[in-house]
């Protein structure tokens, strides 16, 4: 079950204060939730395309929500990992870091983060090789 209730609201992301008015853009929210993930140690970014700075980076999505009259998020977020770090220690620092970053740069409150790992990156020297299985006999 989703903290959400599974349910997207429509949240009004503009916040009034007695100096005026602050408003969000969705995708601030979601370039917010990438630089905290990208600040993680042990997260990688595949590099592809005729670009030597082309990356890849993390997957995201947000739903926004309320949690008790308080405007909420629950981010999913997909991101590799470099072989030589541990993936639980990675996804939790991900969901610390993440909860953190959002909650200190923004008005929302982190129900939940929900880190998936789509892939492990090997170096080149020890990517292992994807062989035929070895012939019944």
């Known amino acids: 079950r989703r903290p959400c209730g599974g349910k997207s609201l429509k949240i009004d992301l503009s916040n009034e204060s007695s100096k005026g008015q602050v408003t969000y853009s969705r995708g601030i929210i979601n370039s917010i939730i990438m630089l905290a993930a990208e600040e993680v140690e042990g997260v990688a970014f595949h590099r592809h395309g005729t670009s030597k700075n082309a990356k890849t980076r993390p997957q ?11 405007d909420a998020v629950v981010v999913d ?20 870091n993440i909860t953190h970053v959002v909650e200190n740069c923004t008005n929302f409150k982190v129900l939940s983060v929900n880190v998936n790992v ?7 020297e020890v990517r292992p090789e994807l062989s035929e299985p070895p012939a019944a006999t």
């Open 60 to 70: 995201i999505r947000v739903e926004f929500c309320k949690d008790n009259q308080r």
């Open 118 to 124: 789509l892939d492990v990156e090997f170096s080149e």
């Open 77 to 96: 977020v997909g991101v590799r990992i470099k072989q030589e770090y541990k993936v639980p220690d990675v996804a939790v620092n991900n969901q610390e």
